[in-house]
């Protein structure tokens, strides 16, 4: 491996390297102004807005990032180089000037080895400061080059991996490893599980994925489009800009809260009836609660058709009402026929009686006609009688609202005692004013999917999948259609009450069984100081799953202190820390960040508290614990961590999240015995 060029030195490998960035700059500046240039007439008005919309999207993907230099990498094989940047950039005439990391002639860069050089002699990186060119690195792969010793993780690899993060996430192109490029390159037909371990880049490998597809299936996800799913806001804010840095603006990334936002949310549930509620159980109760409104006829109806009045006898209104409602669990075998759809088909098959017993006295009347039949008042009223029109929050109100109705529909489901946790106790005056929780929300919409089918996405990411309710879990599946699913988290992470021992139950859940778990166990970003402290944790947690590894050790990255009070020792802490670049995050128990705010304020260290409104992560920031998870900080202290642990009954769990959200150094700082087992490491 050759040594890392100096900028001060004259190096003509050097000079050529910043004479093509500077012409791959200027490539990419003309690229812009030729999108620009596209006129926006087309023959006619739709025409035109198209053609604005898709310049408008051209020049978005095009945008300039003075601190993202156009390419990161170089490949050489024996008779030709390409330049390996997060876009294609070419010349006038068409020629490469960059190629783009997903283009499959970019594989190698990832891929390639001394023991399998697939084709390559040399591959290069290079070091930026800001958008200049400062050094390179060489590794020589070919077998027929001079002999050169492995040396492992370069300095500009391992550089660019540990470099200071303030602000939001940045993607990882420059470094992807390749059990990494393995998984961003799946094709868009395989659905993956990525079992990762803290540290070992999930989050970013699912975004990239989510690139990746979107640059090799293009015009089959226009149609259909990708979604990313996220825990909470906080979370979105800290990844939002992965990947409009790598030219994908059109990606819908969303919480779940917000998937599912059905009804106002203004009311927390006691855990042990959100546990309720987000039982797979729920689903049967609310099919029952939606399809047990549909009532017998008891009359015959008159169908006005082309001037005139035919009767449908009650028999065969109750064989039709019948025959749709059965078809109200599968249409084809295949596709479910949702209650709105059944109400409309049931007013079709009324209007088709009439038309045949108009033929059947030698009329022929129209396709409108029967249409218009199919709107009748009459037929409507018979509908609305039989088949009434219902909206997910109403029904679902009465159902916490009237203890019979929620009896019939629980019957042999739920038991009363588990009936009485879900009912209000006080009916409320209307829906808008009812106490609604976050799991009423995901009822909702699994009351709102019953209703009408619900758009699907050509591919979803879901990340921290691992604290997904059975009912969240079908909330997704319903966006996920015919598409594809990456399903990104760590069962050691794993939170929530719903939290799963391996990934079987959330991949039926999610509605793709048969989902192969791909694991990362490499952590890139901890310390292997950080990690094997946390990973204590891992046999109470987590019995039997695999041990993250670091590929660094940083020496003095782990300090744990003992402390009789908390805030003198904080704000030294947190004032040294301060005093280097990079971002810090200070985590405790979500009910002490309030104070621990107050604390480095009254110390002369004004910080924020991190919510879930969506706000960019500070680069001091107080986190409360339950919003750590998915976040990495440069460093981070962690205060009291028996007290985050005491917190909730997955409280270790919780504990391991906190403990592997440093990237360069984690202080511990505890007023009380630590949790076992951690308690017995030594005093650093």
Known sequence: MSPPAEPETLDPVLTAERAHLARAAECLTEMRAAASAVVDAGVDAWASERLGAARAERLRALAADPGVPPFFGRTDDSCETFHIGRRHVRDTAGNPVVIDWRAPMSRPFYQASTADPQGLTRRRRFGFSGGDLTGYEDEVLAESSPAHPEEGTGRFLRAEIERPRSGPMRDIVATIQPEQDEIVRAPLAESICVQGAPGTGKTAVGLHRAAFLLYTYGSQLARTGVLVVGPNRAFLRYIEQVLPTLGEVDVEQTTLAELTARVPVRAVDPPEVAVLKGDVRMAEVLRRALWGEIAKPTDSVQVPLAGRRYRVPVERLKRYV????????????????????????????????????????????????????????????????????????????????????????????????????????????????????????????????????????????????????????????RRLAAGSLTVLGDLAQATSPWSPSDWRDTLAGLGRPHTVVRPLTRGYRVPGEVLDFANRLLPLIAPGLAAATAVRAEPGSLSIRPVAAIAGPLVDVVGGLSAVPGSIGIVCADDAAADVAAVLSDGGLPTAVLTDDGDEVPRVAVVPAALAKGLEFDAVVVVDPAAIAAAEPRGLHRLYVVLTRAVSTLVVLHRNDLPAPLGDHATL
């Open 322 to 477: 019948d025959d749709v409602r059965r078809r109200g669990r599968a249409e084809d075998d295949q596709q479910v026929l949702h209650y709105v759809a059944g109400r409309e088909r049931l007013a079709t098959r009324l209007a088709e009686d009439a038309r045949r017993q108009k033929e059947e006295g030698g009329g022929s009347p129209t396709d409108a006609e029967t249409r218009r039949a199919a709107r009748s008042a009459e037929v409507r009223d018979f509908c609305d009688a039989v088949w009434p029109v219902r909206d997910a929050a109403g029904l679902l109100c009465e159902l916490w609202s009237d203890p019979a109705r929620l009896a019939r529909a629980a019957r042999g489901v739920l038991d009363d005692d588990e009936q009485a946790l879900l009912r209000w106790p006080v009916p409320p005056r209307s829906v808008r004013t009812a106490p609604w929780t976050a799991a009423d929300a995901v009822l909702a919409d699994e009351l709102a999917g019953l209703l009408e089918r619900t758009s699907g996405y050509g591919h979803v990411v879901v990340d921290e999948a691992q604290d997904l309710s059975p009912m969240q879990c079908r909330a997704v599946a």
